[in-house]
Nanobody, 116 residues
Framework: QVQLVESGGGLVQPGGSLRLSCAASGSASSLGWYRQAPGNERELVAVITNGGSANYADSVKGRFTISKDNAKNTVYLQMNTLKPEDTAVYYC?????????????WGQGTQVTVSS
């Protein structure tokens, strides 16, 4: 089992930046960030594999960057040029492979609000 502890959310004006952090207690095949706005389903924002390959939702490409520090077992999401539509609860995700199956673990969520 992997425990995830997130930090870094908050209130920011449109065009501003925030960086989210997520410390994982164990190893995972991939680490990622999802978000859920009120009334919407949870959606993928960005994911990074053990090998360092990253994928992004089209809506955040060019504005968000996912990275990880293997020594600290921590994944980051640098969010630039934030828009009001980025407002959501952001969840850290760890996908762990065990005995041929994948299991998802989630952080507690951190609120990001983009508003003037």
């Amino acid at each position: 089992q992997v425990q995830l502890v997130e930090s870094g959310g908050g209130l920011v004006q449109p065009g501003g930046s925030l960086r989210l952090s997520c410390a994982a207690s164990g190893s995972a095949s991939s680490l990622g960030w999802y978000r859920q706005a009120p009334g919407n389903e949870r959606e993928l924002v960005a994911v990074i594999t053990n090998g360092g390959s990253a994928n992004y939702a089209d809506s955040v490409k060019g504005r968000f960057t996912i990275s990880k520090d293997n020594a600290k077992n921590t994944v980051y999401l640098q969010m630039n040029t934030l828009k009001p539509e980025d407002t959501a609860v952001y969840y850290c995700n760890a996908r762990v492979r065990s005995w041929g199956r994948y299991y998802d673990y989630w952080g507690q969520g951190t609120q990001v609000t983009v508003s003037s």
